[in-house]
C-alpha cells in the first residue's frame, strides 16, 4: 500500500513544476511591451516611409547668395508650367524663384513642389489664413494640420521659402491690423515656427512678410515681428503705383529704415510690380537699381498678373524692354540648385 | 547493496547514497567484463543474475534473461544486461563532440545573422581603444580620462578589440566576441559533462547556444563576451582540476581575476566559482580540503584583484560604473518581466532540473548504473550554487532600477544556470530518449524566443550609415562638435577627426568668452548662446544627459539653425536625428 502514496507524490510534484514550466513559456511567448502606442507606430512607420532617404538638404548657401534672386509670381502656379516658359522667354532670363498661393488648410503639395524646384526655381509659398484667427492658430487649434503640413515639408526635403500672413500690417486681410492683435500674429507664427521644428521640416525659410509702411504709416511693425529666431528673410510687399511712390527709395525706404530698427536679417522685395503707364520703363529700371544698391536686399519677386491693374511686364513694348534690359544684368538670377 | 567503483578515498565524505526510489528488481552487481566471456560455460551459470518481482512491469524488460541449459547439454554464453555501456568510451566522446559542433556552428549562425552599425558601447570602446594603443606604442597623450568612467580596464579590452579592429575592422573585433562566446559553450558543454554526463552537457549546450544572450553577446564588440568566456575556462579549471592537486586549482585565480578587470561586474561571479570549488572539491576530498581549496582560490583572486586595483587606480572608475552605479527609474515589474522574457524559461528549466537531480542524482538509464552518486544535500547545494547565480545579475539590477544591459547580463546567469537546465532537459526527455518531444518543444521554444528576443535587442539602436553620411560633409580636424551618442560618429568617421574633437551631452568645461568657467546646464547654454560648436547633433528618440536644455537653446536661438533631419527607425519605433549648425554657415 505505501508504493503507490510514494509514486503518486512525485507526479503531483513533477506536474506542478511541469505547470509552472508551462507558465514561464507562456510569459517566455508574451511580446515585449511596446515602446510606442501602436497608433503612433503606424504614423511614424508611415512618415518614415516617405521619409527620403536622401541626405538633408542643407539650406544655408540659399539664405544669403552672392546672386539676387529674380522671382515671380504667375498665374497657376506652382502647377502650370505654360506661363513660367511665356514669362522666361519674354523676359529673357529664367527667373530663379516662384512664388504662389495657398490658403489656409490645403495640404502641401510635395510633387509640384519638387517640380518646381526640379525646375530650377525656389518654391515660395504664401500661406493666407482666411479659415483661422492667428489667436486661434496660436491657441492649437490647427495643430494637427500644421503638423501634417511640416511633415509634408520635411519629407519633401529640398528648400522652400514660406511666408505666412503676409501683409499683416495692412488692414485688407483678415489677419491684418484691423482685425488681428499683432502679439497673436507673432505668437500663431512663433507657434507654427516651434511645430516645424518639432517635426524636422529644416528646409525652410521663414519669409517675415509686411507691407511698406507708406498706406498705413500708423501701424508699426515691430508688435508683429516673431523674433530673429524664427526669421530668414524679411519680404517687404510694395508697388510702383501710379498715385504712390516713384522711386525704390521712396516706395521702400522708409520701411527698411524702421525694420532695420528691430532685426538684422536680410530683405526681399517680396511682392512687387510697376503699374502700367509711362513711368513704368524707368520704375522698372529704378526697381533693379535699388536692389541692386543694396547688399542686404537679397532680390525681387515680380508680380505678372493683370489683378486691380496692371502689372505685367509686357503691358507695353517700352516696359518690356526695360524689364528685359535691367533682368539681363548679371546680379539677378542664378541657379538655386547650385548657388 | 551499494558498490562503488571508484576509488574513493578511505574517508568517503558523500552522503550516504540513496537507494534507488524503485529499482523494480533486484541487482546483483554483475562481475567483470572479462569473466563474461572468459570463463566456462558452467561458470558462467554462477554469474550474477537479475531476480525479477513478479509485479513489476520494469522489472521484466530489465531483467537478465539466461538460459538454462538444454536437453543436449548445450548452453548459450549469458548475454550482457545492455548493448551499451554507461561508462566513458572515444566513440561517446566523438559524438557528443560532434553534435556539440553543430550546436557550435548553430550559434555561429544565431549571431552571424545580426546585422547593425555600432552601438556607442561598441564605438567607444573601439576609438578608446585605438587611443589607448596610440598611447602604448607612440605615447600620444590620452585625454578622455576612460579610466574614471569605463566598467572595465581601459588597456586589456578596448586595446585588443582595437587591435582586431585595425585589421578587420568592426566585423573583425564582433568575429572576437563570437570567439569568445563559442569558447563558453564549449567549456560549458565540458564543465557540464564533468559535473553530470556529456548528454546534460549537450542540452546545457544547446539551451546556451540558442539563447537571446547568447547570440546577442556574439555579435557585440564590447568586455562582454570576453568577460564570460573568462568567467567559463575559470569555471572550468575549477570543475576540472576539483581531483587533482590544489595547485591547479589556483590557476582559475588569475583567470578570474582577469575576468574581472576586464569588466568590474564580474566579480559578482567570483563567490560562484569559489562555491563551486568547494562543492566539486569536496566531492572527491572531503569538507577540510574543500573549504581549504576554496580558501586558497578564493584568498588567490582577491590578492590579485587588490594588487591590479593598486597597480591600476581604477576604483574610482569601479564605484561609478559597478559598485555605486547611478539608480535609474526603471520600475521593478518592468525589469522582472524583462528577466523573465529573457532568460525565465531556461531558468525555470534549470529549477526543473534542480528539484528533478536533488531527488535522484542518477544520471544513466544503464540498469544498475551508479556512478559515483553525491549525496542529496550536495545535488542541493548544487542547484542553489548554479541556478542561484542566474538570480545574481537581476536582483543587482532589480536593487538599482535600471535595465541598462540587463539582457546581457542575463546571459552571465544563464552560464551558470545551463547545466541544471541541461539536467532538466534531459529528464524532461526521460530516459531512452523516451519523450523527445519535451526537447523539442523546449527546443523550438527557446530557439524562436532567442531569435526574435535577440534580434529586437540588436535593433533598439538605429542604423547609423545614413548619419554618417549625412554628417561626413561638415566633419573636418578643426570643428567642434556636440552629440548626443558621439561615440558613433567618432568612431565612424575617425579618419576625418578626433574624439577629442567631440563632446558629449552629459559634461562640459566651458570657459565662456568674458572668462567664466562653466559646467553643466549653464556650461552648454552659454555654449550654445557663444555658437562654440561647429555642428550639433541631437538623437530625438533617445536624449542624453542635457540634450534637452541643448535643444531648448537652439530653438530660440538666433545663432544656430536647424540644417536637417535623419530618420532611423529600431525595434521599438522610429524618430530622428536632428543636425543643428551655426547660421549663415554651409557646407
Known amino acids: ?339 | 547493496m551499494e558498490q562503488h567503483t571508484t576509488t574513493t578515498p578511505p574517508e568517503p565524505p558523500v552522503d550516504v547514497p540513496e537507494p534507488d526510489p524503485d529499482p523494480g528488481y533486484e541487482f546483483h552487481p554483475p562481475a567483470r567484463e572479462e569473466s563474461w566471456f572468459g570463463k566456462a560455460p558452467d561458470v558462467t551459470m554462477q554469474l550474477p543474475v537479475a531476480h525479477p518481482k513478479a509485479r513489476s512491469r520494469v522489472a521484466e524488460t530489465m531483467q537478465l534473461r539466461v538460459l538454462r541449459a538444454t536437453s543436449s547439454g548445450y548452453t548459450l554464453r549469458p548475454v550482457p544486461d545492455s548493448g551499451w555501456s554507461a561508462a566513458a568510451s572515444s566513440r561517446r566522446m566523438w559524438v557528443s563532440r560532434l553534435v556539440l559542433l553543430g550546436l557550435l556552428l548553430v550559434q555561429t549562425a544565431l549571431s552571424l545573422r545580426l546585422q547593425n552599425t555600432a552601438f556607442e558601447d561598441e564605438a567607444l570602446y573601439l576609438f578608446a581603444g585605438h587611443a589607448e594603443l596610440g598611447h602604448l606604442l607612440h605615447g600620444t597623450k590620452l585625454y578622455g580620462g576612460f579610466d574614471s568612467y569605463f566598467s572595465g580596464a581601459p588597456v586589456l579590452y578596448p586595446v585588443l578589440a582595437a587591435a582586431v579592429d585595425s585589421v578587420f575592422g568592426l566585423a573583425g573585433a564582433r568575429a572576437l566576441s563570437l570567439a569568445c562566446m563559442l569558447g563558453c559553450t564549449s567549456l560549458l558543454y565540458a564543465m557540464t559533462r564533468r559535473l553530470f554526463n556529456e548528454r546534460a552537457g549537450l542540452c546545457a549546450a544547446g539551451v546556451f547556444a540558442i539563447a537571446q544572450s547568447t547570440a546577442f553577446m556574439g555579435n557585440f564588440a564590447t568586455y562582454d563576451a570576453l568577460a564570460l568566456f573568462l568567467l567559463a575556462l575559470a569555471a572550468w579549471i575549477v570543475v576540472r582540476t576539483a581531483g587533482s592537486h590544489p595547485l591547479l586549482t589556483l590557476l582559475a585565480a588569475p583567470v578570474a581575476a582577469l575576468a574581472v578587470a576586464v569588466k568590474y561586474a564580474s566579480a559578482l561571479y567570483v563567490p560562484t566559482l569559489v562555491l563551486l570549488g568547494v562543492l566539486t572539491a569536496y566531492q572527491r576530498r572531503g569538507l577540510p580540503r574543500a573549504l581549504a581549496r576554496g580558501v586558497l582560490l578564493a584568498v588567490a583572486t582577491a590578492a590579485l584583484l587588490v594588487a591590479g586595483l593598486y597597480a591600476s587606480g581604477y576604483l574610482s572608475a569601479i564605484q561609478s560604473t559597478t559598485t555605486a552605479r547611478a539608480v535609474g527609474t526603471t520600475p521593478a515589474s518592468q525589469i522582472l518581466r524583462d528577466c523573465a522574457r529573457w532568460g525565465g524559461l531556461a531558468v525555470a528549466v534549470a529549477c526543473l532540473g534542480t528539484v528533478s537531480y536533488v531527488r535522484s542524482g542518477r544520471m544513466s538509464e544503464m540498469p544498475g548504473w551508479r556512478g559515483a552518486l553525491p549525496g542529496a544535500r550536495w545535488r542541493a547545494a548544487l542547484g542553489l550554487v548554479l541556478v542561484g547565480t542566474a538570480l545574481l545579475a537581476p536582483a543587482y539590477q532589480l536593487h538599482l532600477h535600471t535595465e541598462v544591459s540587463l539582457h546581457k547580463h542575463i546571459g552571465y546567469g544563464l552560464f551558470f544556470a545551463a547545466p541544471l537546465a541541461g539536467v532538466g532537459v534531459t529528464r524532461l526527455m526521460g530516459p531512452h530518449f523516451k519523450y523527445p518531444q519535451w526537447a523539442i518543444f523546449l527546443g523550438v521554444l527557446l530557439l524562436s524566443n532567442g531569435m526574435s528576443q535577440a534580434y529586437a535587442n540588436y535593433h533598439a539602436w538605429p542604423d547609423s550609415s545614413s548619419l554618417v553620411s549625412a554628417l561626413r560633409p561638415y566633419i573636418d580636424a578643426h570643428g567642434r562638435y556636440l552629440a548626443d551618442t558621439y561615440e558613433v560618429p567618432v568612431y565612424e568617421l575617425g579618419r576625418d577627426t578626433s574624439y577629442r574633437q567631440w563632446n558629449s551631452t552629459y559634461t562640459i568645461d566651458y570657459t565662456t568668452r568674458s572668462g567664466h568657467h562653466l559646467t553643466g546646464a549653464a556650461g552648454f547654454r552659454a555654449a550654445v548662446a557663444e555658437r562654440h560648436f561647429t555642428l550639433i547633433v541631437l538623437d530625438r528618440g533617445n536624449p542624453t544627459g542635457q540634450s534637452t536644455t541643448v535643444r531648448d537653446g537652439l530653438v530660440h536661438s538666433t545663432g544656430y539653425r536647424l540644417i536637417g533631419t535623419v530618420p532611423y527607425a529600431t525595434a521599438w519605433g522610429t524618430s530622428r536625428f536632428e543636425l543643428w549648425a551655426p547660421q549663415g554657415g554651409g557646407s
Open chain 1, 1 to 339: 500500500m505505501t508504493t503507490p502514496r510514494r509514486s503518486r507524490r512525485p507526479r503531483r510534484l513533477l506536474l506542478a513544476l511541469v505547470g509552472c514550466l508551462l507558465a514561464a513559456t507562456v510569459g517566455a511567448c508574451a511580446p515585449p511591451a511596446p515602446q510606442v502606442s501602436p497608433a503612433a507606430a503606424a504614423q511614424e512607420d508611415k512618415q518614415t516611409q516617405t521619409q527620403s532617404t536622401e541626405p538633408p538638404y542643407d539650406i544655408r548657401p540659399l539664405l544669403n547668395p552672392d546672386h539676387k534672386y529674380l522671382g515671380v509670381a504667375v498665374n497657376g502656379s506652382p502647377r502650370a508650367t505654360a506661363p513660367l516658359t511665356a514669362f522666361t522667354e519674354k523676359a529673357g532670363k529664367r527667373p530663379n524663384l516662384r512664388e504662389y498661393y495657398a490658403k489656409w488648410g490645403d495640404p502641401f503639395q510635395s510633387e509640384v513642389n519638387r517640380a518646381v524646384w526640379d525646375h530650377g526655381q525656389l518654391p515660395f509659398l504664401v500661406w493666407e489664413p482666411f479659415s483661422r484667427t492667428a489667436a486661434q492658430i496660436a491657441a492649437g487649434q490647427d495643430d494637427t494640420y500644421i503638423r501634417e503640413f511640416a511633415d509634408a515639408v520635411r519629407d519633401y526635403n529640398r528648400p522652400l521659402a514660406l511666408s505666412f500672413g503676409h501683409e499683416m500690417n495692412g488692414g485688407w486681410y483678415p489677419w491684418g491690423s484691423r482685425k488681428t492683435k499683432a502679439a497673436d500674429f507673432a505668437r500663431a507664427w512663433r507657434h507654427i515656427h516651434d511645430l516645424f521644428t518639432d517635426e524636422g521640416a529644416a528646409d525652410v525659410i521663414w519669409v517675415w512678410s509686411p507691407n511698406v509702411i507708406n498706406p498705413v504709416p500708423d501701424v508699426r511693425l515691430e508688435p508683429y515681428y516673431p523674433g530673429d529666431a524664427y526669421v530668414d528673410w524679411i519680404g517687404v510687399v510694395g508697388y510702383y503705383t501710379l498715385s504712390g511712390p516713384t522711386s525704390f527709395r521712396t516706395l521702400f525706404g522708409p520701411t527698411l529704415t524702421e525694420i532695420r530698427r528691430f532685426s538684422r536679417k536680410p530683405f526681399i522685395v517680396a511682392e512687387t510690380g510697376v503699374e502700367a503707364g509711362e513711368r513704368k520703363p524707368g520704375e522698372i529700371a529704378d526697381l533693379f537699381a535699388g536692389v541692386r544698391a543694396r547688399d542686404d536686399v537679397l532680390g525681387l519677386i515680380w508680380f505678372n498678373l493683370k489683378k486691380e491693374a496692371d502689372w505685367r511686364i509686357d503691358s507695353g513694348p517700352l516696359s518690356l524692354a526695360a524689364f528685359r534690359k535691367a533682368a539681363a544684368d548679371d546680379s539677378f538670377g542664378f541657379d538655386v540648385r547650385k548657388p
